[in-house]
């Protein structure tokens, strides 16, 4: 089976780097004249899929905005996965999750399994319990040519207490975190299965992501403060792994699909401008 990593890559080329967020907060659902219920939601999801299903590389569904709404809630995922791929995008699914023993191999098999409903290219996780709690998700992930992207350097106020903070090594946790991804990427070609989020808009921290090897998620663009060319801060040497990522820069745009495909190519064109070519 073809690597996560290696469908990226192309996806990269062919439809250029951006990934952009589904996340149907209550002030999006209300700025596009939607109800904050299932309804909404469904209108919300369905809109984003139609406008950008079959030109963005990566689209990036927040999990806790379909959960928030319960059973139904979930099964508009599962819908919204559904039709992504039907759109020939790749699934990112936003869910953060973490945990260790039976608990994360079943969040492994909700999300990695392609036997499973909630079934994505790939899910964010939290490292916090150590990278190798994770080792159930990075497994199945080998198996189906899934892919992980593990939180490194995030841009909420309260993550350097914990992610600058010194191991008896000398490094930070975050670099830690970056060593032990980096490893699990060795000798992989074009780009690597197993990524890191790392915040556009935390500037120059200092970490060393020059050998991870594969995809570094930059989220923060936009209407969180963050431009394109601040990607070069972030990331220097570091910059041809990196998959730009946008959610109200581009949802605001919304809910006419014309307006959400060009919010989508503007943010597209001010990336591939800092980007080097592919």
């Known amino acids: 089976m073809e690597s996560f990593g290696a469908r990226l890559h192309r996806a990269m080329v062919e439809r250029g780097p951006l990934c952009v967020g589904i ?20 209108r919300f999801a369905r809109t984003v899929v139609e406008a950008l299903g079959d030109r963005v590389a990566v689209v990036k569904p927040q999990s806790a905005f379909f959960e928030r709404f319960g059973a139904r809630g979930v099964a508009i995922l599962e819908s919204t996965i ?3 791929r039907d759109r020939g995008s790749l699934v990112l699914l936003d869910a953060k999750r973490g945990d260790i ?37 990075f497994e199945l992930a080998r198996q189906h040519g899934g892919g992980v992207f593990v939180l490194a350097l ?9 992610q600058h903070a010194r191991t008896s090594d000398g490094r930070t946790v975050a670099q830690t975190v970056i060593d032990e991804i980096s490893q699990l990427n060795a000798g992989a070609e074009p780009l690597g299965s197993f990524g890191l989020v790392v915040g556009a808009t935390i500037g120059d921290t200092g970490h ?46 919304g809910p006419d699909v014309a307006a959400l495909r060009a919010a989508a190519d503007r943010a597209l064109a001010d990336c591939r401008a800092v980007l080097p070519a592919r």
């Open 82 to 84: 559904r039709q992504l």
């Open 208 to 253: 060393d992501l020059s050998s991870v090897g594969g995809p570094l998620l930059a989220p923060g663009l936009g209407a969180q403060g963050a431009t394109a060319a601040d990607l070069r801060t972030v990331f220097g040497s570091s910059l041809s792994s990196v998959l730009p990522s946008y959610s109200r820069e581009v949802l605001g745009a």
């Open 154 to 162: 995030t841009s909420n106020p309260e993550g350097p207490a914990v």
């Open 23 to 42: 996340d149907p907060h209550p002030g999006l659902l209300a700025r596009w004249g939607l109800s904050d219920d299932v309804e909404g939601l469904d």
């Open 101 to 137: 023993g039976s608990t994360v191999q079943a969040y492994a098999s909700a999300y990695l399994d392609p036997s499973s409903p909630l079934y994505v290219d790939a899910v964010t996780a939290s490292p916090y319990l150590g990278v190798g709690s994770l080792a159930p998700m």
